[in-house]
Nanobody
Framework: EVQLQAFGGGSVRAGGSLRLSCTSS????????IGWFRQAPGKEIEGIAC???????????EYADSVKGRFTISRDNARNTVYLEMNSLKSEDTATYYC????WGDGCDNFVSYDAFNSRGQGTQVTVSS
C-alpha cells in the first residue's frame, strides 16, 4: 500500500519551531489534497492543516483554529513534498504528527476529521516542553 511518510519531529522548548516534511514514493503530492493530522496520547486524531491539490482552489490552505497563525502548510512540487512549518510551539502541540491524502473527493472541506483521509504512514513525534 502506498503511503505518505512524515518526518522531522523532535523535542523543543515552548516558543520554539520545527518543520515537518511529508513525502511519498507513490503519489504526486501536487495532484492530491494533503492534510496534516496529530494525535496526542489518549486523544482522538485531529486535522490541523490541509492544502488543496493543484488546479483545485489553486492550492488554497486551510487551518484549524488551534494552529492558525502559528503553523504554515506549504508544498514543493519539485521535491514532491508537503511541509508543515510550526512556530510558537506550545506544550499542547505535543503529539504524533501524520500526513494523509483525501479520498472522498471533497478536497480539504472535511480536513478536521481523519474520516475523509487515508494513506498515512508512520508518524513523527513532536514533544514540546515548557
Amino acid at each position: 500500500e502506498v503511503q505518505l511518510q512524515a518526518f522531522g519531529g523532535g523535542s523543543v522548548r515552548a516558543g520554539g519551531s520545527l518543520r515537518l516534511s511529508c513525502t511519498s514514493s507513490g503519489f504526486t503530492v501536487e495532484n492530491e489534497d494533503i492534510g496534516w493530522f496529530r494525535q496526542a496520547p489518549g486523544k482522538e486524531i485531529e486535522g490541523i492543516a490541509c492544502v488543496w491539490a493543484r488546479g483545485s482552489r489553486d492550492g488554497r490552505k486551510e487551518y484549524a483554529d488551534s494552529v492558525k497563525g502559528r503553523f504554515t502548510i506549504s508544498r514543493d512540487n519539485a521535491r514532491n513534498t508537503v511541509y508543515l512549518e510550526m512556530n510558537s510551539l506550545k506544550s499542547e502541540d505535543t503529539a504524533t504528527y501524520y500526513c494523509a491524502r483525501e479520498y472522498w473527493g471533497d478536497g480539504c472541506d472535511n480536513f478536521v476529521s481523519y474520516d475523509a483521509f487515508n494513506s498515512r504512514g508512520q508518524g513523527t513525534q513532536v514533544t514540546v516542553s515548557s
